[in-house]
């Protein structure tokens, strides 16, 4: 059972006044269940002011994500755009690659890609047959290479209004990994200090509570500028989204809704209650 649909069954034959705190305490176990977390979900109960606990909680969903809903927007006055797009492995990253420049390419766009999962041959190749499909220049090295290079020459080379650099997917433990991250930081803002002038990481929505360390850890790197969130659409529990959204208030520009480069679509807050309410 969906999370949205069992508070509808938790609370729909209780009579709220008389059994208030029974309650509570239901709707904060469902949230925990939900990956909201212990202490999120104990604030949220704590500001719910209304009786009506359901309604009050969705007024409450409404609140926390209407201000962070935001579009991909570019600057033309950068060229290139620089886009730098991270994210754990399994988060899918690489094909949101594909899906932001099929998004950007239709609103008039030239695009172009830079390959830097370097440690990765498979994912240079899928970028590649992404690149040729739309009809985007791809930077690569077709032999392991220092990813900062990749990104230096790709930025310096491209002609392009937008550059989407693809970096190798790691946890966001992994010292070392971090460290290769950084660097490409370092080395765009080089050739313009403004760069990159989007950070963009891509979160699985079905892992729960590890998306809170991903994303402060990350944000250790580069600013994160915006959060495109992948895999909504497989019955996923995401409480979590939510909780990231109240405590780092990034941006949610967008969400992956499936494998074609046209399966990207704006976070729809409507969408995202209804689809749970269903499942």
């Known amino acids: 059972m969906s999370f949205f649909k069992k508070l509808k069954s938790t609370f729909s034959n209780l009579v709220i ?39 009050a909680f969705k007024n409450k969903i409404i609140s926390i994500l209407t201000p962070l809903i935001k579009n991909v927007e570019i600057d033309i006055t950068k060229k290139p755009f620089v886009i730098i797009l991270e994210g754990v492995n399994g988060s899918g990253k690489t094909t949101t690659v594909a899906k932001l420049a099929y998004f950007l390419k239709q609103q008039g766009f030239s695009v172009d890609i830079a390959a830097c999962d370097t440690f990765r041959i498979a994912a240079v190749d899928q970028l590649a047959i992404w690149a040729k499909k739309l009809n985007c220049n791809i930077f690569k090295s077709d032999s392991p290479k220092d990813p900062a290079s990749v990104a230096f020459d790709a930025m310096k080379t ?41 950070t963009i990481l891509t979160i699985d929505a079905t892992i729960g509570q590890n998306t809170i360390d991903q994303v402060r850890e990350f944000s250790k790197i580069n600013p994160i500028s915006g959060l495109i969130i992948n895999k909504l659409d497989g019955g996923a529990k995401c ?10 208030k990034i941006p949610i520009l967008g969400v992956g809704i499936g494998e074609s480069e046209k399966d990207f ?15």
């Open 17 to 55: 006044n008389r059994e208030d705190k029974l309650n509570r305490e239901n709707l904060e176990d469902a949230l925990i269940e939900a990956d909201f977390g212990i202490s999120f979900a104990e604030s949220i109960i704590k500001d719910l002011k209304s009786s009506d606990l359901y309604f």
């Open 158 to 198: 491209t002609k392009s209004d937008v550059l989407i650099i693809d970096t190798a997917g790691r946890l966001q433990n992994n010292i070392n990994l971090m460290n290769e991250l950084e660097k490409i930081h370092r080395v765009v803002k080089k050739l313009d200090e403004s760069a990159p002038h989007m």
């Open 239 to 248: 409480g979590v989204i939510v909780r990231v959204a109240d405590e780092f």
């Open 265 to 279: 679509a704006e976070f729809s807050i409507a969408r995202f209650l209804k689809d749970f309410e269903e499942q």
